[in-house]
């Protein structure tokens, strides 16, 4: 049975995509040697599911349907990093309520479907960069996005490139 790798995420614009950029350079100078992530590639992850067949798919994809949860304001306002996996990112400070309600109803139909949060605690971020080694945190000038849907994600590898293709998308209420 054919399987993809999939993930829930929030949903960015071409145009936020293009905001993180210059947050993505200042990261890459804090930390020579690291990779960028490509720009369109720009996401939050909501929750990260792995190996799904087309069955499961279709039921998460049922789910995800009927979720009601509100637009919101995301502030972005420090870089750090993870040394496992070494990754460079962006994160909110304060977490907004509606992104963590989002979160966590995506996460209770997920585990009902079988799939496990391979974290303890739930911490969003925008990776901008791997096999980088950070350490700290740095404050940067923050950035506001406004957060109108969130999708479900194919994480596919055509030769050596990597893309996020969102399968379907899902609006917030405004």
């Not at 974290?119 to 901008?128: F, G, K, N, S, W």
């Amino acid at each position: 049975m054919e399987s993809r790798r999939l993930f829930f995420s929030l949903c960015f614009s071409a145009q936020q995509q293009q905001l993180l950029a210059p947050y993505q350079q200042q990261a890459l100078q804090a930390c020579p040697g690291a990779k960028a992530v490509a720009v369109a590639n720009l996401h939050l992850t909501l929750f990260f599911l792995g190996q799904v067949t087309a069955e499961q798919q279709q039921l998460l994809l049922q789910s995800a349907a009927k979720l009601r949860s509100a637009a919101f304001e995301l502030e972005l306002d420090y870089l750090a990093g993870f040394r496992q996996p070494k990754i460079l990112y962006l994160a909110p400070s304060s977490i907004p309520p509606a992104l963590l309600l989002l979160q966590q109803q995506l996460a209770q139909f997920c585990q009902v479907q079988g799939f496990t949060e391979p974290h303890a605690e739930y911490r969003p971020h925008i990776t901008l960069a791997r096999q980088a080694l950070f350490e700290g945190q740095q404050r940067v000038t923050p950035l506001r996005l406004k957060v109108r849907e969130f999708a479900l994600y194919h994480s596919r590898r055509e030769g050596e490139a990597l893309e996020y293709l969102p399968l379907q998308r899902f609006k917030l209420i405004s």
